[in-house]
């Protein structure tokens, strides 16, 4: 079966065979009959990268898609689609996910990759998810605490556990107000006529942000290829103010966009893509892979590429980031069957 269209970037190999799963249970009683085959885990398949080499892959789909409202707490099975969980708690009036708007995959994604937009992490509202052991077969709740959140990232993408613990359900805790998280983000806050830190009407904000996520690309739309990505490719880097003091005196007069991060300094990639030389549309309009035509840190598929086209495009951006500020700029997304 071709996986392309399993993921929202349309590359990837033919697998063996694809078990979808649409409930609990027979993820379990997948994962764990096919222990001995490593099975690859694939769900709203939006934050992956399938090297076209891989070949005899075995696939189990999450395909178990409950949500169900109880007071305060949503919960949601892995393979729900994640807007659809943020409509879910709109709905039920409850405030924490609505910058989370309108971000491609499934809900069991968001605590491995610490999904997180215009200033709001899941971190800070999941408040269990439910594990299954794949060596073991052994099935636990364990809390928020327990997965070592960090920047887009948790113990379960990167640590011991990445890749033998798989999510089914997660857990989110929300505020029965009705109103949005703190506004973080500068430019949503500004949308909204509202100031950095107030909280507002969380449906206002869901569609402030889906407005901006359109203008950029990063609501899935099949007419549009600057949709078909994962995404931003790369992650935000965060350095030491000494390096950040050296970038800017690598671009005088220019502003370099920045944000605290503790003792350190996070910088913009989408800024240190284009400050290398990197445009939008980038490497132009023949190219099978291209830089989104909206923001420079959207790899697309413009309809022929593949996955190698796609990695050739990553390396060059990152060769080229690297060689312009000496930062060597990190994948979000999770490959598999190649590196970059």
Not at 208 to 232: E, F, I, N, Q, Y
Request: some cysteine.
């Amino acid at each position: 079966m071709p996986l392309a269209p399993l993921t929202t970037l349309r590359v990837g190999p033919v697998a063996r065979s694809v078990i979808t799963c649409t409930s609990t249970e027979q993820v379990v009683a997948a994962l764990t009959e096919l222990r001995d085959e490593s099975p690859l885990v694939l769900a709203g398949g939006s934050n992956v990268v399938l090297s076209d080499d891989l070949d005899d892959l075995v696939v189990v789909r999450i395909a178990n898609a409950e949500v169900t409202v109880d007071g305060e707490t949503v919960r949601a099975e892995a393979g729900a689609v994640w807007d659809d969980v943020v409509v879910a708690a709109l709905e039920a009036g409850l405030g924490g996910l609505e910058c989370l708007s309108g971000i491609p995959g499934s809900a069991g994604a968001t605590p491995v990759q610490n999904v997180g937009a215009y200033g709001v992490e899941v971190a800070q509202v999941i408040r269990r998810v439910k594990l299954l052991d794949r060596r073991s077969g052994d099935v636990t709740w364990v809390t928020g605490d327990d997965l070592g959140f960090g920047y887009r990232t948790s113990v379960l993408k990167h640590g011991e556990s990445a890749g033998t613990r798989c999510v089914l359900e997660v857990e989110f805790a929300l505020d029965p107000s009705g109103r949005s998280a703190p506004l973080r983000y500068g430019e949503l806050a500004t949308a909204l006529g509202a100031a950095a830190g107030d909280r507002v009407k969380a449906s206002a904000v869901r569609e402030a942000v889906l407005a901006l996520r359109r203008g950029k690309g990063m609501v899935l739309d099949a007419a549009d290829h600057d949709t078909w990505s994962v995404g931003s490719f790369f992650t935000n880097p965060v350095v030491s103010r000494e390096t950040f003091a050296a970038i800017e005196a690598e671009v005088p007069g220019r502003r370099v966009p920045h944000y605290p991060a503790g003792d350190d300094v996070k910088l913009a990639a989408g800024w240190l893509v284009e400050a290398a030389g990197f445009g939008r549309g980038f490497p132009g309009a023949d190219a099978p892979a291209r830089l989104s035509t909206k923001h420079a840190l959207a790899l697309t598929n413009r309809g022929t590429a593949n996955s190698a086209d796609i990695l050739a495009l990553a390396r060059r951006i990152r060769t080229g980031v690297r060689d312009a500020f000496g930062i060597t700029l990190e994948p979000e997304p999770v490959i598999v069957g190649a590196v970059i």
